[in-house]
């Protein structure tokens, strides 16, 4: 209640409204004031979400990806050629049927790494998969992948990561 420039205690506040003091009840103004702030941090969000997604997606038009908790990753094709790959594997390389060569950047250490492989999908039931770091038939820093079925070397499509 607006009383000469005052406002009684805890029942309303009085605001200046294009130069006209207005009277509104305290709780209202504080739910305003609250939902103010909601509606402005969501809208922040959104804008935040819209600009980083727009970036993640406008910088990578080529077939590197993001693997945010691994040190290097890929998916490999049974010709070695690399679907996507992260940018800490310099090279992949099909040197003789069924092995695969992995070169890392300086920045992952292969002899410090537990390096995983496991088949992609449309690799033959009763394939398998071995993985073995710094091998003697791959360049240094490197990571072998061979492939094969029944003790048999034959290239096979995979999936690679250094967590």
Same mark, same amino acid.
């Given at each position: 209640?607006? %009383? &000469? /420039?005052? @406002?009684? $205690? ?6 200046? #409204?294009?130069?006209? *003091? ?29 600009? %980083? &997604? /727009?970036? @993640?997606? $406008? ?6 990806? #993001?693997?945010?908790? *691994? ?93």
């Amino acid at each position: 209640m607006w %009383l &000469g /420039g005052a @406002a009684v $205690a805890g029942v309303n506040e009085a605001f200046p #409204v294009f130069g006209r *003091a207005v009277s509104l009840p305290r709780k209202g103004i504080i739910h305003m004031l609250m939902r103010t702030k909601l509606v402005l941090a969501g809208l922040g969000v959104a804008t935040v979400g819209a600009t %980083l &997604g /727009g970036i @993640a997606m $406008a910088a990578d038009p080529t077939t590197n990806t #993001v693997a945010p908790y *691994a040190q290097a990753a890929a998916t490999v094709y049974a010709n070695g050629t690399t679907a996507q790959k992260t940018a800490t594997i310099a090279s992949v390389t099909n040197p003789a049927t069924g092995s695969y060569c992995i070169v890392l950047v300086s920045g992952v250490q292969a002899s410090k790494s537990i390096p995983m492989a496991t088949l992609a999908n449309d690799a033959p039931r009763g394939s398998d998969v071995r993985v073995s770091r710094n091998d003697a038939s791959c360049p240094s820093n490197s990571i072998r992948v061979t492939t094969g079925t029944d003790g048999v070397a034959v290239n096979r499509p995979f999936y690679f990561m250094v967590p």
